[in-house]
């Protein structure tokens, strides 16, 4: 759904759609399992500056929820995950604050983007929000023990033979005193 400036000069917009999976590429190991449902309203924000420069922002309100599938960092296992997160983001013509250095809305209170040829996707902000919403690593549980560096054998199904974490100061220990026996 392209969110173009022109239509909003006539009127806000407001946005209920759901996006299959196939509409919303996540990434390659970041998928979407369910349909993402996104609802809000986009306006327009004209932002004076200077006696003659007006500046044609858009600003999107809403909320969107998603069910995603990724990969556990550690163990490399499938995990899923619920998003749901609000936004309020101002997106401003590509290329206007590097010739206006001043701005007159707060950055601290919406976050800032930059939109090109006359406006925005949705699509692509809704896929930066679900990126934005989530850990930048999905484990599976914060037990996951991961894999065995060295077998990759998955230590949440039992351990393997490789002699572990050898720089553990437990194992040195035991390590130093099965030299002394041998000698
Ligand atoms: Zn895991
Ligand atoms: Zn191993």
Request: charged share 30%; with cysteine.
């Amino acid at each position: 759904m392209f969110i173009k400036t022109k239509d909003l000069e006539l009127r806000n917009l407001e946005f209920d759609e759901t996006f299959k999976p196939g509409e919303i590429e996540l990434g390659e190991d970041l998928q979407l399992t369910q349909p993402l449902a996104a609802k809000g309203r986009a306006e327009l924000i004209r932002e004076n500056r200077g006696a003659r420069e007006v500046v044609e922002d858009i600003r999107l309100v809403g909320d969107f929820a998603a069910e995603v599938k990724s990969k556990c960092a550690r163990c490399l296992e499938p995990v899923e995950s619920s998003v749901a997160e609000s936004f309020d983001l101002i997106y401003r013509p590509q290329g206007i604050d590097a010739v206006a250095a001043e701005a007159s809305i707060n950055r601290a209170e919406t976050e800032i983007g930059y939109y090109q040829n006359g406006g925005v996707l949705l699509e692509d902000v809704l896929k930066e929000q679900v990126l934005l919403a989530l850990p930048v690593k999905l484990i599976c549980s914060a037990q996951c023990k991961g894999l065995c560096p060295q077998c990759g054998t998955n230590l949440n199904g039992g351990s393997c033979n490789c002699v572990s974490g050898i720089s553990d100061p437990r194992w040195l220990a035991l390590e130093d005193l099965r030299k002394k026996l041998e000698q």
